[in-house]
């Protein structure tokens, strides 16, 4: 018997769906102090990088980049930061957020700086709209 994929209850709540990728779910972060985008692969049981086969490594590694290059683009970020944590959700999750040198967190990592805050409705909805068009477009090329 197969299980289906089912994204960790944590993942649910601090985030929207803005698109799928190849392999993963691409997530917004629902804190509005930095472009944050969170990937997870859509299999169920994936816990660790290497649970994924070969492929799915090198399929994620291309959304990664992809996502990355958008986020640099459309808000012109000094940086991006890749990670993969999972210490607090244990559903294997990859983030990509943007980073500015004037970001309150700068140059240390974003982890436990400051309370998250959360889009307004507008906001919100205008960023998914503008990622969600620009990731569609990226993945296309994937």
Known sequence: MTETFQLHPQLAADTTIVTDGPLSHVLLMNDARYPWLILVPKRANLVDYDDLSADERKILGD??????SALKRRF????TNVAMLGNMVPQLHCHVVARFTDDTAWPG???GVGT???????????????????????????
Not at 76 to 79: D, E
Not at 134 to 139: E, K
């Open 63 to 68: 959304e990664c980049a992809a996502v990355s």
């Open 109 to 111: 990592p974003i982890w």
């Open 76 to 79: 012109k970020a000094h940086k």
């Open 116 to 142: 998250a805050e959360p889009y307004d409705e507008d906001a919100g909805r205008e960023r998914l709209t503008t990622l969600r068009a620009d990731l569609i477009s990226a993945f296309k090329h994937l």
